[in-house]
């Protein structure tokens, strides 16, 4: 079964992450609709700028959660296929950096302080 992760562009320019099993055309006129309430409902129209389908329902719902906790320029990194920048913007989240460092520097030993 295919499933599939998705961005919208909602009305205020705001992005909207989520995942479906069903076709992306019934979940865009869903939120559309105002079907569900919530975050789009308030937000309409809302446009699809982003899928990318997966093969397992698992995954796409794992995907979903990452792209949440992305920031807008992320997101739009990704939106535009750029690859160079949502690197580039990866490595600069304060967490990659601390982790870039202790991989210079060969690693953390032992356990917790």
């Known amino acids: 079964m295919t499933a599939f992760v998705y961005i919208l562009r909602s009305a205020d320019e705001t992005y909207y992450v989520g995942s479906t099993r069903k076709s992306l055309e019934s979940r865009l006129a869903e939120h ?8 789009t409902k308030s937000r309409r129209p809302v446009e699809l700028v982003f899928q990318e389908p997966f093969e397992r329902v698992d995954d796409a719902i794992a995907a979903e959660r990452q792209l949440k906790g992305w920031s807008r320029a992320k997101k739009e990194a990704l939106m535009r296929g750029d690859w160079s920048k949502l690197r580039n913007l990866a490595a600069s989240s304060p967490f990659d950096r601390l ?5 210079a520097a060969g690693g953390v030993e032992g356990g917790a302080a």
């Not at 559309?32 to 975050?39: H, K, Y």
């Open 99 to 103: 982790r870039m460092r202790t991989s």
């Open 32 to 39: 559309n609709a105002g079907t569900f309430g919530g975050w």
